[in-house]
């Protein structure tokens, strides 16, 4: 599909969800993998329909 690499990523958690998360990590690390990429697409998604809007806000404006 495309080229990958790893990256570590260090975040702080409120300690319920950080334990949540290491529990998922343990039990399906590709779950995990899943979950961020999804989240990532989705922020990468809404910033480019963000940026569409607002240069056609600006287009418009007299």
Known sequence: MWDTRSVELSIDLPVALADTVEE????????????IR????RRAVYQALSRQIDLRSEAESP
């Open 38 to 41: 999804y989240g990532m697409a």
């Open 24 to 35: 998922v990590r343990r039990r399906d690390p590709e779950y995990l993998q899943r979950v």
